[in-house]
Structure formats: C-alpha cells, structure tokens
C-alpha cells in the first residue's frame, strides 16, 4: 500500500473530510487532494506531522510493504484494553445519557417543594380557596411523587454499566487515531463548557438575591414562599447548566487518560454518584419529617441550601479518606 493510499484510509476511518486533515495539517485541501491522488507528496515535516497526527510511525506511512494498521504503542501488560473509535464513542454516548438521568434526577428532588411553596402561597393570600392543611396535603403528595420520579431516573443508571466498564474500570489504551480525534473535541469544547461553567456558578451565587430582598423590604409570607420558589428554581437552572457540561468534559478527559493506569477522575464520579442516590432523598425525608413536626414550611426551607453545601464537603471528604486509604 502506497503512502497515498495510507491517508486516505487513516483519514476516512477517522471520520475525517480532506477540510479536517487539512487544518489539522495548515495546509489548503487542495494539498491534501494532491497528496491522496498522487499527485504530489508531502515533504518530510509533513509526513512526520501526519505521523503523528494518525498516532502512526513514520516508517508505516513510507515503507510500501507495511500493509496492516498497527498502533505505535503495544499494551504494557496482558489485562490491558484495547479501546478503538467505536467503543470511544459508545462510552461518551452513554456518559452523556447518565448524566442526563442524574440531572434529571437531582433537579426533580430540590424542585419537588416547588408546588408546596406554590401552594401555601396561595393558601396564605386566601386565593384559589386553599386552608394551610389542604395545601400541605397537596403539597407533600407532589412532594413525593417527584421525588419517586426523581429515584427512578438514578436507579436506570445501571443500564449503563455495561457501556462504560471497558474504560472506568479496566486498564486501557487507545486503538490508533482515537486520542487525536478526541483531544481535537475537547480543544473544540472547551470554550463551550468554562462559558456554561461560568453561567452555572454565577446562577448559583445569584439564587438566593431575591429571597434575601424579600426578607428585607416585605415581611409578607405569601412574597417569601414565591421568592423562594424562584431560589430552588434558579439553582434547578444552574444544575442544568453544570451538571452536563462537566459531565461532558470529564467524559472526554476519562477517554484521553490512556495510560493503562485505572481512572481515578471516574472513581471520584461513581463515588459521588452513589452519594448523591442516597442523600438527596434522606435530605427530602429529614426535611419532610421536620416540616410536618413544626408546621413551619417557612423556616425549614434552609435545609435545602444548607444540604447543598453540606453535599459538596460531604463529597469531599470522601476523596480525603479514600487518600489516606491508599
């Protein structure tokens, strides 16, 4: 097979069009055209740029006898994995779908007191005539029906097990090609995910504005219970916007770290995913629990930013005695 040739089937079982290659090489695509049609041949800093960019050696791409793809590296030990495109792609696809469900999950928990701030708001203003019993009742039987929906969403979570295995929980290594066309999607994302990071956490410092300036100027309740409303639906928007993103950049990351060593980004994220399966709705029990004791919906509310902060050290805790663990 003949260095033309070579490029075109590296370039096409990549995915690539001549445009791509081309930008990757800084050239025009009529270059790369000449090149495939032996019409011309790139002169040796380019074969070595191509080289690396197909994560081949040079000697593959010059010597004509050289007919099988073989990847540069060979795998350090028996039980390491061999990732290719395909299965590169499948694990992103479905890191991309756990997140979904987790968002999902976690968004339908912190808004499930929605309706029974909704609620006692009304029952407060005397509107849609509503006593505040009639109102907690409603409200509770939302409560618990989203937060079911919201458990239901973390347990087909394990759907995926199967689908992301081969990279969280063996040794791997690359197929030839797969670190550069993901590496070239995260250099392509990463404007996108510090723009949404950055909305996210602003979102989230934003959140508690208007409760704040509902506490100060308007001691009505019915204000409180709609303010605060608003603080669990903006902090929803900011698990939107975070919860994705960085579940898409650590996807990408988890895939470029092809060092046959196991990935402890990924361990990190399962540990914190079964955390978050089992605190939320004790944090929803405890809340519950404490609200119907007291009859006090507009203080207990608090728990909801505090159980935030708390998960979050809880979280890291976690990462401080699996170290010492080690």
Not at 137 to 149: D, H, K, R, T, Y
Not at 317 to 325: G, Q, S, T, V
């Amino acid at each position: 097979m003949i260095l033309a040739e070579k490029i075109v089937k590296l370039r096409k079982q990549l995915g690539w069009s001549q445009e791509d290659l081309a930008e990757k090489m800084n050239v025009s695509r009529q270059s790369v055209s000449k090149w495939e049609s032996t019409n011309s041949i790139p002169d040796l800093n380019r074969i070595i740029m191509l080289a690396d960019i197909f994560e081949v050696s040079t000697d593959f791409l010059l010597k004509d006898e050289n007919e099988t793809f073989a990847h540069e590296s060979k795998s350090e030990s028996a039980d390491t994995v061999q990732i290719t495109l395909e299965q590169a792609m499948e694990y992103f696809d479905s890191k991309m779908n756990i997140s979904a469900l987790i968002t999902k999950g976690v968004i339908l928990c912190i808004c499930s007191v929605v309706p029974l701030f909704f609620l006692l708001a009304m029952a407060e203003s005397s509107r849609l005539n509503l006593t505040n019993n009639v109102a907690v009742a409603l409200g509770v039987l939302s409560l618990l029906i989203m937060i079911g929906i919201g458990i239901s969403f973390f347990i087909k979570i394990d759907q995926y097990k199967n689908d992301t295995a081969a990279i969280d929980n063996n040794k791997f290594e690359l197929a030839y090609g797969v670190h550069s066309v993901f590496t070239d999607k995260l250099k392509k994302y990463q404007t996108s995910y510090y723009r949404q990071l950055s909305m996210g956490i602003f979102i989230f410092i934003f959140s508690s504005v208007p409760l704040i300036f509902a506490a100060m100027f308007s001691a009505s309740a019915e204000i409180i219970f709609m303010m605060l409303i608003a603080l669990m639906l903006l902090i929803a928007i900011g698990i939107y916007l975070v919860a994705p993103a960085s579940a898409k950049y650590e996807a990408y990351q988890n895939i470029l770290n092809d060092s046959t060593t196991e990935n402890e980004k990924s361990k990190r994220t399962k540990r914190a995913e079964k955390l978050a399966a089992f605190y939320w709705p004790l944090l929803t029990t405890i809340f519950l629990g404490w609200s119907l004791w007291t009859m006090q919906w507009g203080v207990t509310w608090i728990i909801w930013p505090i159980g935030a902060v708390l998960f979050v050290a809880l979280v890291g805790l976690l990462e401080l005695l699996n170290k010492e663990d080690d």
